[in-house]
């Protein structure tokens, strides 16, 4: 019956415009960071900025306040200019939520970026030295910090007819230590081989937007994230992709709720590490 099909443009994007922006972008303190140790900082959404005594590497970064007609709910956890020298730069896929352009060109400043294969002539003119553009578990060097694209069940298309692009997440390795940065994904089988092939102590996942306008099985739910978690064999799960834009039916504080209940049900509360955006982390 049509009165019970949901409608995103009244249901979710209408009310978003009269919602305030929540949170501060006061100047994040970055910690001094000793050999061996990484500092992570969620800017938010799947944004973070990652920092070994060395490196300074930011994931898909993106300080847009509307994506399209989406509208930002809340701030990045600090302002761009906050940024201290990025090496590097990350991106897991096309979309808008991750790509963003004109942050893009505001960090460019003659580093390389990492890119999967497909998406290179979208950063390609932004200010990078390099793009590599990597296929599924190939990888690129930087100094001391191995970076490996990983697969994931999610699509690339930033129009509807550009599915040459690739997507995935991407393994960063230093000193020994593995963080993985999921990009986008659905639940598939693959958790278990990207856990077999690089040892992951630090998972950041995506826990939001399952439940989207267009019903497609494009991202996991949180009961997926924990089950992808322990597939990983990972020790800290940090989740990601949600509180930020309204990209689902699903209210905004809803994954992380049931991410938390899970979680203590899985036995690996102790594990899962919340992030606040702008305050960071050393591990
Ligand atoms: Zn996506
Ligand atoms: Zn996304």
Known sequence: MAWHRRNFLTQVLIPSLFTKRSGDEAAPRFPKIRPGEYAITWIGHASFLIQTHDYNVLIDPNWARWLKVIKRLKQPGFEIHHLPDIDLVLVTHAHFDHLDRR??????SDQPIVVPVGVGNLVHDLGFNIVHELDYWQTVELGSLKISLTPCHHWGARFLADLHRGFGGFVIEANGRGIFHCGDSAYFPGFKEIGERHDIEIALLPIGAYDPPSGREVHMNPEEAVQAFLELRAKKLVPMHYGTFRLGYEPLDEPLSRLLARAREA????????????????L
């Not at 942050?103 to 460019?108: D, K, P, S």
């Not at 036995?267 to 050393?282: F, K, N, R, S, Y």
């Open 267 to 282: 036995g690996i509360h102790h594990d899962v590490l919340v992030m606040t955006e702008g305050q960071p982390v050393v």
């Open 103 to 108: 942050t893009l060109r505001r960090i460019a």
